[in-house]
C-alpha cells in the first residue's frame, strides 16, 4: 500500500487482480480507492527502469484523460488523484467486457480477419468487444452472446438499452480522444475500455482505468514510432538500452497527455446588440456561449442610427489576431447583421429577438440578403451559442469535446426514456 494511503481510511479490500487493489473507504461511501499495485519487485535495474516509467504514465495518462473526458460531459468513475499511484473512484461493479473501438487495422484485427491490409481506415470505426475471461484468453463476443449472458450487476439488467449505450458511449469517447491526440500530431490507432455500474446511482459509467495498455498511439500516423507498449512487446532481446527507449517512449506519452487538456485555440464571441432592450436575449446568449467554454463580449450599437460606430466597433475585434464570430441582436428590421456582413471577412450570425406581432415579417430581414454576404440566422440564443462553438470545434478540441458529448448524453436520456416508457407500458 502506498506512503500515501495513511492519509485515507482504508476499509475492506474489495478485490485484487493483476495490477489493481481496491479498497473500501469508509469515511466516503459510494467511493473506493485504486490503488496500482507495488511492482517493483524484481532486482535488475532494467526491470526497475521500467516499472518507475510505467507508474508514471499509468498515473498520469488515467488521471488527464478521465479529467479530459468529465470536464467534456462524459461519465466517468474517476473522481480524483489521491497519490502518484493511486486515486479515488466511485465504487462500480464492473461489467466483464473490454470495449474495443478500432480506426485503423492492425494487431490482433489482421489474425481475426485475413486478407485486410495493416492500414486500413475504418470510417466509421469499427466497434468489437471481448469477454474479459482469462482462462479462455478473452473470446470474442457478440452482441447476442452478451444479452444471452443476462448479466445483472449492481441491481441493473444488462439488456439492449445498456448493451447500446455502452457501443455508443465508446464510439463518442474514442472520438474526443481521437481528436485531442490528434493536437499532438498523434493518430490514436484503437482503444478498449470497460464500463461499470456505479453502485449507488446504477449508471453506466466509464471505469477501471486508460493508461498506456489501452491503446495504439501512432506519433505522424507512422507506425514504425509507435509510442505504447507496443515498443516492449516488439524489443528482440531486453537490453538496458531497450529499456532506455521504452522509457524514453513512456516519457514522451507522459509529457503530451497533460498538453491534451490545454485548448489550441482563443476564440471569442461578439454579441451586437441594436439597443439595451436586446439585452435579456443577448445575455442568454452569452451565458450559452459561456456553457461551451467560449469567451462572449456584449456591446450596444445600432447599424441604422451609428453605421460608423458600428463598423469601429467592427474592426476593434479584427485589429487583433483573436479568431472572433459576431452575433448580431437586432428587432424589428435587422440592418446590423447584414451591414456587418458585407463589411468583415468574419462570420456573423442573425439571432433576431423575435416577437409574436410582427415576427413573421420581422425575420425577412435576416433571411433575404443582398449578393454577397453569407450570414446566417438561428432563433433561440442557444442555437447561436452553438452554432459559434461548433465554429470554433472546427479547431478546438475541447469545445468539440463538448459538444460530441452532450450528442452522446441526449442519445442517451432519449433512450432511456423511452425504455422507461415501455416497461410502464407493458
Ligand atoms: N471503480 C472501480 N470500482 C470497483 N472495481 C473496480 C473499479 N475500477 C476497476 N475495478 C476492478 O478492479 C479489479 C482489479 O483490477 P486489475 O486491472 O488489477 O485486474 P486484472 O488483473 O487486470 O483483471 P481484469 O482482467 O479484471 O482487468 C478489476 O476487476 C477491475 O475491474
Ligand atoms: C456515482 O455515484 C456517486 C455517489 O456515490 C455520485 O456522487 C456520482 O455522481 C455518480 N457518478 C456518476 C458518474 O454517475
Ligand atoms: C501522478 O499524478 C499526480 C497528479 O497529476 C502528480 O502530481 C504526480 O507527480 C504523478 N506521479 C508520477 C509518478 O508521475
Ligand atoms: C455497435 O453498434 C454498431 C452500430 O449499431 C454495430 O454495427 C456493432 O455491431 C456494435 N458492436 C458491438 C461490438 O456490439
Ligand atoms: C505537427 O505537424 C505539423 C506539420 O508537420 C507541424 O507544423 C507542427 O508543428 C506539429 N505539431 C506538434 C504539436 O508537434
Ligand atoms: C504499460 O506498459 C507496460 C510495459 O510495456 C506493460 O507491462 C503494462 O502492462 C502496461 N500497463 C500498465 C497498466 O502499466
Ligand atoms: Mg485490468
Redo the contacts with the bound molecule.
Sequence with gaps: VSAYAFELKLGDK???????Q?FALPDEPGH?L?QSKDQITAGNAARKDQMEGKAAISNKTTSCVFTLLQQAGIKT?FVRQHSDTAFV????E?IPIEWVCRRIATGSFLKRNPGVKEGYRFSPVKMEMFF?D?ANNDPQWSEEQLLAASFDLAGLHIGRCEVDIMNRSTVAIFEVLEKAWATQNCTLVDMKI?F?VNVTTKEIVL??VIDNDSWRLWPAGDRSQQKDKQVYRDLKEVTPEAMQMVKRNFEWVAERVTLLLESQVSGRVVVLMGSTSDMAHSEKIRKACSSHGIPCFLRVTSAHKGPDETLRIKAEYEGDDVPTVFVAVAGRSNGLGPVLSGNTAYPVVNCPPITPDWGAQDVWSSLRMPSGLGCTTVLSPDAAAQFCAQIFGLKDHLIWAKLRASMLNTWISLKQADQKLQACSL
Excluded: Y
Design positions: 474489495l478485490n485484487e487482480g493483476k495490477t489493481k481496491i473506493v485504486v468513475a473512484a466511485d465504487h462500480c464492473m474479459k482469462d470497460e461499470g471505469a477501471d
